[in-house]
C-alpha cells in the first residue's frame, strides 16, 4: 500500500494493509453444534455494515457442516451494534447468530459471535506512551480488541503505569469495554484515559462525555497516536440547540430497534409540550425526516446519530437533555454528552 | 398555476392545481369512537408517503377530540400500501390507523380509513373516449376513486358502453380496484381496458399484466389521456433478464413487510440453487444490497421495487419468474409480469 503525505500514520504492516486478507474466526464450530442441539431448521446470521460482504461464505462454510435440510438466512437490514439486532430475523429462525458484537443482553436465541482483530496493538501502545502524563492512566477499548485487553494492562503495568479499568453498566459485557453511547467504563480516578482501537468515532464520544479527562488515541488500524478533540463537534451542539430555541413544533423520535429506545422521554417531553409530536421509525434518516413539516427535532435513540449525523438534517437535531435545554427548563452550561444506559 | 407547453395537459382547475387546499376527510368521529370504545391509550397513526406531512395536524384535531391521557404517535417509517402496515407500531398501540390504503385484510386492531380524491373525473372520461376502440370496455381505478366507481359505471353505460368490472382476488376490497402488484380486477372480457386515476404508476402495471389488451388512461389528476406503453419497461426487462443469465451468485431476497412475503418462492430457490443465498430485509434499496457481493438478485417481495427502480440497483434484479427464465427453467417469452396475490 502506498503512502502519501496526507495519511494519519504510516500504514504498512499495520490494521489498514491486513484489512483484505484479515482473517476472522467465525467460531463454525460452535454455531454447528448448536444448530444440531436444537435441531435447527432455520438460523439467521447478522453482520454489521463493515463485514456484510463475508456473509455469503460464513454461509457456505456452514452448509457445508450443517444437514441439507437447514436454511440459513442473511439479516440485510442495516446494523450498526448489538443494540441493532434484527428482531424480525430472530423470531423466524431457531437460531440467530449476531457477529461482530459483544452482547448487550444474553439471550437463548442469540449465539454472540465476537470477532476479534489481529492487528498487534502493542507498537502503536509504545507510541503513545509520550503522550501520557504521569504513571495514573485509565485503559478502555472496543469489542475488537477485548482479546487484548489484559495483554494492554499488564504491558502498561509492567512499564510502570497505574491503570485504571472499569467495567461499565448492563449494557457493556467486558471491562474497560466502551460503546458509541457508553463511556461508563471511563469512570475511573485519573486524568487521562487511554483508547486502544480503531478510528475516531468512540474516542470522540468518550471526550465529549469526559471532558475533564485527557483522551490519549492509540490507534492500530491506522497506526497513529492522536489527542481527541470534541471542538468541532461541541460548537454543532451549541449552534443547534441555539437553533432550535425558536422551534415551535417539535418532532420527537422514538427509534424502534431493540436496544435503542427511551419512549419514557419521548412521552414525558410529549406530555409537556402541546407543540410536540412522537414519530416512531427504526432508521432515523434525512428522508424520513423530512416527511414531516417539524421546526426541530428530539433524538430518543441512538445518540450518535444526533452528535455525528445532525448536520445532515434538514432541521436541528438535539438531544432529550439539549431540548430541555433550548425550551429553557436547564442552563446551556448544562449540556452534556448523551449516553444510553441498561439494556432492553 | 402557470402552464407551459411541456405539461402533458391542461391543468386549470384539476388535481394539480387543487393539490395544496385538496381536503381530506380524516374521519375524525369514527377514530374517536373506537378510542373511546376500546378506552385506548396509545394510538399509532400511520400516513402514505405522499401525506405524511398531514400527519401533526390530523394528530392535533385528534388530541383536541380525545382525552388528555391518550398518546398519539406517528409512524415515519416508510409506506406504499396497505401492504406495507406499520407493525412494530401497530402492535404496540391499542388503536392502529392506517390512512389512505383500502384495506388488504381487516383485523380488529387495525382501523383503515380511505382517502378520497375529490377531484371531477367527468372532464377527462368526457375527453377519454375518443379514444376508446368499440363498446365494450373495461374499468378499473384506485383507491383514492372508488367513491365513483358505481358513478362512473353509470355514465359509461348512459353513452352506450358494456362495461365490464371485476372484483380482484383477496388481495383488493372493491370491485374494479386495482393496486400497483395487482390487477385481477382487469381480467374481464374486453380488449381495452379504461384506468381513471393519477399518474403512470398503476396503468403501466395494468398494461404489463395484460399485453393483450388497450389500457387507456383517463388522468383527472394531471388532466390528460394517454395509452400506456410498456416497451421502455419490456425492453429493460429483457436487458437485465440478459446481464443475469452470466450470474453465478444470487440473492434471494425476502421482504419482511407484512404484506410483502413469499418466502415459499424464496426458499425453493435455496433449495435448489447452491449459489443462491436467501436475505431478509424490509426496505429494498441500492445501499443495502451493495452490501452484498452477488451476480444478480431475486426479488420475491414488491414486484415494483424491480421493475420500476431495477435500473438504481448495481446488479440487475429480477422478478423470480425472470430468475427461472435467466437460470433457464422457463423460455425467454414466457416472460409475463410479476404480481402478488393474497394477503398475508
Known amino acids: 500500500m502506498s503512502q502519501d ?199 470522540l464520544g468518550l471526550a465529549m462525555e469526559h471532558p475533564d479527562k485527557k483522551v490519549v488515541i492509540a490507534d492500530p488500524v491506522n497506526n497513529v497516536v492522536t489527542i481527541a478533540d470534541t471542538e468541532k463537534f461541541m460548537k454543532q451542539r451549541y449552534a443547534s440547540v441555539h437553533k432550535a430555541m425558536d422551534a415551535e413544533k417539535w418532532g420527537v423520535i422514538f427509534c424502534t430497534k431493540i436496544g435503542q429506545g427511551r419512549m419514557e422521554i419521548a412521552e414525558q417531553i410529549i406530555a409537556d409540550n402541546d407543540d410536540a409530536y412522537l414519530i416512531t421509525m427504526d432508521e432515523v434518516t434525512p428522508d424520513r425526516l423530512r416527511n414531516f413539516d417539524m421546526d426541530a427535532f428530539v433524538n430518543t435513540g441512538c445518540p450518535r446519530i444526533t452528535t455525528d449525523d445532525g448536520p445532515r438534517f434538514h432541521k436541528p437535531m438535539l438531544t432529550p437533555q439539549e431540548y430541555r435545554i433550548a425550551v429553557g427548563d436547564e442552563p446551556l452550561d448544562a449540556l452534556e454528552f448523551d449516553t444510553f444506559h441498561g439494556t432492553w
Chains 1, 2 share one sequence.
Request: proline content about 4%.
Open 5 to 203: 503525505a496526507t495519511s494519519e500514520g504510516d500504514l504498512r504492516n499495520t490494521g489498514m494493509s491486513l484489512r483484505h486478507d484479515r482473517e476472522w474466526d467465525y467460531e463454525l464450530e460452535r454455531i454447528v453444534e448448536e444448530v444440531e442441539e436444537r435441531d435447527a431448521s432455520r438460523v439467521g446470521l447478522q453482520f454489521p455494515e463493515g463485514l456484510k460482504r463475508r456473509g455469503p461464505a460464513v454461509a457456505d462454510d456452514l452448509r457445508a457442516l450443517c444437514d441439507d435440510d437447514v436454511t440459513f438466512m442473511l439479516s440485510g437490514q442495516p446494523c450498526y451494534g448489538a443494540c441493532d439486532l434484527d428482531t424480525y430475523l430472530m423470531r423466524r429462525t431457531d437460531v440467530f447468530v449476531h457477529f461482530g458484537h459483544s452482547p448487550m443482553k444474553e439471550s437463548d436465541k442469540i449465539i454472540y459471535v465476537p470477532l476479534f482483530s489481529n492487528v498487534d496493538p502493542f507498537p502503536i501502545l509504545e507510541e503513545s506512551l509520550a503522550e501520557l502524563e504521569g504513571d495514573e492512566v485509565g485503559l478502555v477499548t472496543t469489542a475488537q480488541h477485548m482479546n487484548r485487553f489484559e495483554d494492554m494492562c499488564d504491558w502498561l503495568e509492567e512499564r510502570g503505569y497505574d491503570v485504571h479499568t472499569r467495567r461499565g453498566d448492563d449494557r457493556l459485557s467486558h471491562e474497560g469495554q466502551v460503546l458509541g453511547c457508553n463511556y461508563a467504563s471511563a469512570d475511573i480516578d485519573a486524568d487521562q484515559v487511554l483508547y486502544v482501537g480503531g478510528g475516531k468515532f468512540h474516542p
